[in-house]
């Protein structure tokens, strides 16, 4: 764990905003007591409504000083267009305190095809080193390390802290929902281990299980507010339909978020 | 033509043929009868499990001990005890050195470590200013250099083999 000089090292729980979502998710976080302020908001959701080249109208709709992180994990054919001077970009004119790497798609499952799988691995760490160029200056870096087998989580890892990364992230939401759960907590622990001198953060996760299980410093999650855009709510830790009825859909999203925040397990 | 056999001792090739099937067989069920053993009783006295795993161990130890110590009064009878040492100690490093790279050094291994390495290598500044972000060119490269480390990592490793396993004649 590095020495404790970044507003998201307090942090257990980071919530990703989803602007998809913004008629429940920015009222329940606006309503939202926790600190410190840092809240994740992903560059392809932006992208999706329209607002990443209107970056007054998002910082607006958050507090005067939360902390942004901007992340950039995403479906497939986005990420194939993705370019890193747009990202940087709106990372700029958003006033972002943060940027996570950009994610790329490396499956397991191309592993009988190796060139197409490292052509990924190649992308990403390509891509990883040109926002490193960028950002130096601007903003802290939080690499998000990516491989399919242990030699390249462990490498994109090493060349992540050759250049100075101390704040590392994992995208799990997919790997979790893919079926094969020993495995992909298999690969999360690879992850946990080839960071262990940094600040390691889940993205897409908010299993207490999972999290007792490999203990991050901390995650990071969207389903506090796609739950309640499903009129889904948290009990037991479980997602069950709700059966209260709340008169907006914010107030479930809210409580759902308060949930998120009470999860220990340290 | 069905003249008889010039020299008593000679061996003939198929003899030979045999003679090795036969020892690497021989060695191969010897090995396949060890495990099913120390299996069966692990699992049938689980409690003792641990002492069952410490005997077997123990056991290896001394057959590989035994195996020396013939080796070493084999080679006495040819040459002076302090070069018959020195012959078996090389022969003992050989070994264990062929063993590790045949354990650790798998072809999947290979193939793994080097198109990464391959593709980490590509992603340097230094080598993007060479491919001018041409995607399908870097995609040729990194498949032909891949393949062509992969040669080079596997012949390496099957030359040392090769070389080990005539130097312990």
């Known amino acids: 764990m590095p020495k404790i000089e970044k507003p998201w090292h307090l942090c257990t729980f980071i919530p990703e905003l989803r602007f998809r979502d913004r008629q429940i998710s920015i009222k329940a976080w606006q309503s939202c007591t926790a600190s410190p302020r840092v809240v994740i908001i992903n560059y392809y959701d932006l992208k999706s409504v329209g607002l990443q080249k209107r970056p007054t109208k998002v910082r607006n709709s958050l507090g005067k000083d939360d902390v942004i992180i901007l992340s950039c994990v995403g479906k497939?054919?986005?990420?194939?267009?993705?370019?890193?001077?747009?990202?940087?970009?709106?990372?700029?004119?958003?006033?972002?305190?943060?940027?996570?790497?950009?994610?790329?798609?490396?499956?397991?499952?191309?592993?009988?095809?190796?060139?197409?799988?490292?052509?990924?691995?190649?992308?990403?760490?390509?891509?990883?080193?040109?926002?490193?160029?960028?950002?130096?200056?601007?903003?802290?870096?939080?690499?998000?390390?990516?491989?399919?087998?242990?030699?390249?989580?462990?490498?994109?890892?090493?060349?992540?802290?050759?250049?100075?990364?101390?704040?590392?992230?994992?995208?799990?939401?997919?790997?979790?929902?893919?079926?094969?759960?020993?495995?992909?907590?298999?690969?999360?622990?690879?992850?946990?281990?080839?960071?262990?001198?940094?600040?390691?953060?889940?993205?897409?996760?908010?299993?207490?299980?999972?999290?007792?299980?490999?203990?991050?410093?901390?995650?990071?999650?969207?389903?506090?507010?796609?739950?309640?855009?499903?009129?889904?709510?948290?009990r037991n830790g479980r997602k069950m339909k709700s059966t209260k009825s709340y008169p907006h859909g914010w107030e479930l999203a809210a409580y759902n978020l308060h949930k998120d925040y009470a999860i220990r397990w340290k | 033509m069905g003249g008889p056999r010039k020299g008593g001792t000679r061996s003939t090739s198929a003899s030979v043929a045999i003679q090795t099937t036969q020892s690497i067989l021989s060695d191969a069920v010897a090995k396949g009868v060890e495990e099913a053993l120390k299996t069966w009783a692990t699992l049938t006295l689980p409690s003792l499990a641990p002492q069952i795993f410490a005997a077997y161990f123990l056991y290896n130890r001394f057959k590989d001990t035994i195996k020396v110590l013939k080796e070493f009064k084999e080679l006495c009878k040819i040459m002076s005890p302090e070069e018959a040492a020195i012959k078996e100690t090389e022969r003992i490093i050989t070994r264990e050195a062929a063993k590790a790279i045949a354990r650790d050094m798998t072809d999947k291994k290979i193939a793994d470590t080097t198109y990464t390495l391959t593709g980490a290598l590509l992603a340097r500044p230094e080598l993007q200013e060479l491919t001018q972000g041409d995607e399908r060119f870097k995609y040729m490269l990194l498949a032909t250099l891949s393949q062509f480390f992969i040669g080079l990592a596997i012949g390496a490793r099957d030359s040392l083999i090769d070389k080990a396993s005539r130097s312990i004649r």
């Open chain 1, 76 to 234: 497939d054919n986005d990420i194939d267009r993705l370019s890193v001077e747009d990202y940087f970009e709106t990372a700029l004119n958003l006033g972002a305190e943060a940027l996570i790497t950009p994610d790329d798609y490396i499956y397991k499952i191309d592993s009988p095809h190796p060139a197409y799988q490292t052509h990924h691995f190649r992308r990403a760490l390509e891509r990883s080193e040109a926002l490193l160029e960028l950002a130096k200056d601007e903003f802290s870096v939080i690499g998000l390390v990516i491989g399919a087998n242990e030699n390249q989580i462990s490498l994109f890892a090493d060349r992540l802290k050759e250049r100075g990364v101390t704040d590392f992230a994992c995208a799990c939401g997919d790997m979790l929902k893919r079926g094969k759960r020993r495995e992909s907590l298999a690969d999360i622990a690879l992850f946990i281990k080839y960071c262990t001198n940094g600040w390691k953060l889940l993205l897409g996760v908010e299993s207490r299980r999972v999290l007792l299980k490999l203990k991050p410093d901390a995650f990071s999650s969207s389903a506090w507010s796609i739950s309640a855009a499903h009129n889904r709510i948290y």
